[in-house]
């Protein structure tokens, strides 16, 4: 280094001189210190015990130099290491991994390499549950296992807390070194360990109870003069399952007490009336005074869930029903039979006085209603009875009997619907009581035909008028009785089985899946069964092994993989096949990406069939929801991606989509991961049935239609509804199944609606089934009718003959179209028709020269639109439980109008309000006619009371 020459003056008397040369000497001084070379060049490192605590020192030369600095060049991959030069020789947080370092010292540089050893093992958390419902109290013990990370000295640390958030904020945890948590309520939890480095893992747990809660109904099954006796039933307490206390024990019940018209609690520091626990029958037994007016009843399950009910108890009362029995006697009936039976809150024994108009009286003491309905028996012949019933405390109850004439007919009584012992879906059972004027019923033969004239069911199994039915489905039957004695004549009687005091019997399974953070899931299944038998819910692995089978349909904590919900209803103390439904589930393994497992696009339509403009698309998703949907059409770039929804379950539907569009469709969970998957905005097809053959008397048959994601099924028969799952199951076919069956599919709430007929005929047992219609329906254009129509099947299928009529009733053929093959639709027009009401079917006609109908459909012509102000309804006649329209012709008026229902006879029955706005208005009436019978007028009227036009409406059952 050259030194320049520095000259210096001195200021004052001060020799700064001095300073100057002093801070030149520091300046050459330092510069000299870096050598030319870096020697002795050195690394030495600590461990990683944490993910990011490394050390590294640098030894050289220039060690404590203030002109050296330090750079790491290189380090691991993954990052996470400061990159711009220091100048300190020690390196700190640094994650484990092989590193270079730089050091330069003036001119000099020299690299340097060192390995971060790793000591860390990243944390692992496994979470288990146990000891479920102990000692009868809610909630469990929650069991954590953790491996790796850094203990530090106070080892590793440990927190629960009740919540359903996964990535809840850390403060709320409470942290200790106890592995092992006493949950005292059921819930979702999310169990987190935290080491020494402050890091942390969270696994998610549920506890659920292995017993369902529980509550109490019963019935009165004796009386005294001072007590009430009752028989109590254990079932769920929110569906009302039956519980078998022997398989589930521990359930506990209390009563109490309370004043009448208190509010529903049990009295703080009561001692109840009863407390047991349901080991046997008695258990569900018991007996209180007279005079105790309402009780509150908690009932208690052996996982501690509690539900408190309050009841008023029956008040003393007697009702006797009565009957009469008359025997076949062609020569003139002398005696007969009077039936009497007792119901309500009294007590027994009853003494009942029956006195013949003009006789004596006949006087009985009995302690049972089994003597009560046969002891008045041979009684003398008379036109009227007087007969009164006391109870043991003086309750009495009196009435006339009215002995039945010829003119009254044969008369029939079904009992209200039952399901005991019901395993067919779709039917139900009654009880016939068989009055009016009934002679020689008891011993007679008696046959029960379907309205297809078929007999369902024979006996002559009869006592005092008394029949009890199999199961049946609902519609109308008719009792044909044929006496053991020749002299009577047989005779018959209608009666209906309706859905008004018990559906047909249901039995539809469902499960669901939530995802858990962590690798583990839970399982939701239910069942829509409204039988009386006990069902029960087991899970099968994907071996078809059951693991595990409770009440409650709740299958927790459970690793991933594929599984099967299985529901049954225990038909054993029946004697009958048990009730099965399976549903297959899968629980994602950690860290998936959530699943598309169904997907629809649809493009919505009008009422006619015709597509509208906007449709939707219909989801099913597995993962950990709930999900953020995101969507943009597949022409658009990322950017365009807009939330459809937030936080959305399972199943979703988006709506507001362009028809015949393609959307790319974004799905994210809430551990944030994301699938992609695309969908197109279309027409939706015809829909076909999975069944292939004609059914066989006597074997199994399963109808059914496709599955189509989220929609809704409704199966009818001859017009009356049997079900309202996919699919039909007959456990042994029989010919009263035969018939017409029509299947209505409802897609997103009624953007898509599809019908798929068949009519089944076990004549044809195996023959493929004929064709099937996925639509029919017919259209006014140019003052001529458009027939349209679509087959979803055709099987040895010929040709159709359109056929056409005025009254419904008498049809002429119209024209003739050959079978174009399956999946075509058809087009046949017929121009110039005078202006009225027309009815078309089509009559499809095999190969083999057998045929079928299709359902009528019926059109209005009207070559210049309807007269003004006229009003038409259609179909008319209408079904009550069919969709019914009024048009409205008012090119002369807009506004307010309001259509009103009459009865003939002028009374008010029902009244609308609607908007004109247009020439041609179609409204629906559905809310006016729905549930009535017979003819009525409908009016229609501006806002001024003017007459807009009326019509006759005949509406039928």
């Known amino acids: 280094?050259?030194?320049?020459?520095?000259?210096?003056?001195?200021?004052?008397?001060?020799?700064?001189?001095?300073?100057?040369?002093?801070?030149?000497?520091?300046?050459?001084?330092?510069?000299?210190?870096c050598p030319s070379s870096i020697q002795n060049l050195s690394a030495s490192a600590t461990p990683a015990t944490c993910p990011s605590n490394g050390t590294a020192t640098i030894s050289s030369n220039v060690t404590g130099n203030a002109g050296a600095t330090y750079q790491i060049v290189t380090g691991p991959s993954s990052g996470g290491y400061q990159t711009t030069a220091q100048s300190s020789a020690t390196f700190t947080s640094l994650p484990p991994g092989d590193y270079t370092f730089r050091v330069t010292c003036g001119s000099a540089t020299a690299d340097v390499s060192v390995t971060i050893p790793n000591q860390y093992t990243p944390l692992s958390l496994n979470a288990s549950v146990s000891n479920l419902c102990q000692n009868g109290a809610q909630g469990g013990t929650i069991t954590a296992s953790a491996t790796g990370g850094n203990p530090g000295s106070g080892g590793l640390k440990y927190a629960f807390l009740l919540s359903d958030e996964a990535n809840a904020d850390d403060a709320l945890f409470s942290y200790s070194s106890s592995n092992t948590f006493n949950a005292t309520q059921f819930g979702t939890y999310q169990v987190r360990v935290k080491d020494a480095c402050n890091?942390?893992?969270?696994?998610?747990?549920?506890l659920a109870p292995l017993y369902p809660m529980g509550h109490l109904s019963f019935s009165q099954t004796g009386t005294t003069c001072t007590t009430n006796s009752f028989q109590a039933n254990l079932s769920r307490a929110d569906n009302g399952f039956p519980i078998d206390y022997k398989a589930n024990p521990g359930y506990k019940y209390e009563i109490y007490s309370i004043a009448p018209g208190a509010a529903c609690a049990v009295p703080s520091g009561a001692t109840p009336l009863f407390s047991k626990t349901i080991t046997q029958d008695s258990d569900l037994q018991f007996t209180v005074p007279a005079t105790l007016q309402r009780v509150a009843i908690r009932t208690i399950s052996p996982c501690g869930e509690e539900i408190?009910?309050?009841?008023?108890?029956?008040?003393?009362?007697?009702?006797?029903?009565?009957?009469?029995?008359?025997?076949?006697?062609?020569?003139?009936?002398?005696?007969?039979?009077?039936?009497?039976?007792?119901?309500?809150?009294?007590?027994?024994?009853?003494?009942?006085v029956v006195t013949p108009q003009g006789g004596s009286p006949i006087t009985h003491t009995v302690n049972d209603n089994g003597t009560l309905n046969s002891i008045f028996s041979n009684v003398p012949y008379a036109s009227q009875y007087a007969y009164t019933v006391t109870d043991a405390c003086g309750l009495t109850y009196s009435a006339t009997i009215y002995t039945p004439v010829p003119s009254d007919g044969l008369q029939v009584y079904p009992s209200a619907g039952y399901l005991w012992c019901v395993n067919t879906v779709g039917t139900t059972k009654v009880d016939l009581y068989v009055r009016g004027y009934n002679a020689g019923i008891d011993g007679s033969t008696v046959q029960i035909l379907d309205a297809g004239n078929n007999v369902v069911y024979t006996t002559n199994s009869i006592q005092d008028g008394f029949i009890q039915l199999p199961a049946l489905a609902p519609g109308t039957y008719t009792l044909r009785m044929t006496p053991a004695n020749a002299g009577c004549a047989p005779t018959q009687a209608q009666f209906t089985l309706n859905e008004t005091d018990q559906p047909p019997l249901k039995f539809t399974l469902s499960a669901s899946t939530t995802q858990l953070c962590g690798g583990t899931g839970s399982i939701s299944a239910s069942l829509d069964y409204n039988g009386y038998n006990a069902v029960r819910f087991e899970l099968l692995d994907a071996g078809?092994?059951?693991?595990?089978t409770n009440l409650t349909g709740t299958f927790i904590n459970l690793p991933a993989g594929n599984y099967t919900v299985r529901g049954v209803a225990d038909y054993t103390d029946c004697g009958i096949a048990n009730l099965v439904a399976t549903k297959p589930v899968t629980i994602q393994p950690a860290g998936t990406a959530p699943v598309v497992t169904k997907k629809l696009g649809v493009i919505c339509e009008n009422p006619d069939g015709s597509p509208t403009g906007a449709g939707k698309a219909i989801f099913q998703f597995s993962g950990f929801g709930p999900f953020k949907v995101e969507m943009k059409k597949t022409t658009e770039p990322e950017s365009a991606y807009v939330v459809k929804g937030e936080n959305v379950p399972s199943s979703y539907t988006a709506d507001g989509l362009e028809a015949g569009t393609d959307y790319d469709v974004r799905i994210t969970d809430q551990c944030g991961n994301t699938a992609v998957t695309q969908v197109s905005i279309g027409q939706l097809l015809p829909l076909k049935l999975s069944s292939n053959a004609e059914p066989c008397v006597g074997q199994p048959y399963l109808l059914s239609v496709e599955d189509v994601v989220d929609a809704t099924y409704t199966w009818e028969k001859n017009g009356a509804v049997i079900g309202t799952s996919r699919e039909i199951n007959f456990p042994s076919y029989q010919a009263s199944n035969d018939g017409a069956y029509v299947c209505t599919v409802v897609l997103a709430g009624g953007c898509v609606t599809r019908k798929v007929t068949v009519n089944l005929n076990s004549k044809n047992c195996g023959s493929p089934l004929p064709v099937t219609l996925a639509y029919f329906k017919a259209t006014v254009e140019n003052c001529g009718v458009t027939l349209n129509w679509l087959t979803s099947k055709e099987e040895k299928f010929d040709y159709f003959l359109i056929e056409k009529s005025a009254d419904a009733r008498q049809f002429g053929v119209a024209g003739k179209l050959p079978a174009a093959g399956t999946g075509n639709s058809y087009t046949f027009y017929q121009k110039d028709i005078p202006e009225g009401t027309y009815y078309y079917r089509l009559k499809m006609v095999d190969k083999d020269g057998t045929f079928d109908y299709s359902k009528t459909v019926g059109v209005t012509v009207s070559c210049d639109g309807f007269k003004a102000r006229s009003l038409n309804v259609f179909p008319n006649p209408a079904r009550s439980s069919a969709h019914v329209t009024a048009t409205l012709h008012t090119p002369d008026y807009r506004g307010p109008a309001t259509l009103t229902l009459y009865s003939l006879t002028g009374g008010?029955?029902?009244?609308?309000?609607?908007?004109?706005?247009?020439?041609?208005?179609?409204?629906?009436?559905?809310?006016?006619?729905r549930g009535r019978k017979g003819y009525f007028l409908l009016k229609a009227e501006n806002g001024t009371a003017v007459s807009l036009g009326a019509v006759k409406v005949l509406v039928a059952e």
């Not at 020799?15 to 000299?32: D, Q, T």
């Not at 078809?544 to 595990?548: D, F, G, L, R």
């Not at 008010?908 to 006619?929: A, C, H, P, Y």
């Open 1 to 33: 280094m050259k030194i320049m020459p520095v000259f210096y003056r001195f200021v004052g008397h001060k020799p700064h001189y001095l300073v100057v040369l002093a801070l030149l000497f520091l300046a050459v001084n330092s510069f000299a210190q």
């Open 199 to 206: 890091n942390f893992v969270t696994r998610t747990v549920e």
């Open 308 to 352: 408190t009910e309050c009841f008023d108890l029956p008040t003393r009362n007697l009702y006797v029903s009565n009957g009469v029995i008359l025997p076949c006697s062609p020569s003139g009936i002398t005696k007969l039979n009077l039936l009497l039976w007792a119901d309500g809150n009294f007590t027994w024994p009853l003494t009942a």
């Open 544 to 548: 078809n092994n059951v693991i595990s």
């Open 908 to 929: 008010k029955i029902g009244q609308k309000e609607v908007s004109i706005s247009q020439d041609r208005t179609e409204v629906s009436v559905d809310d006016l006619v």
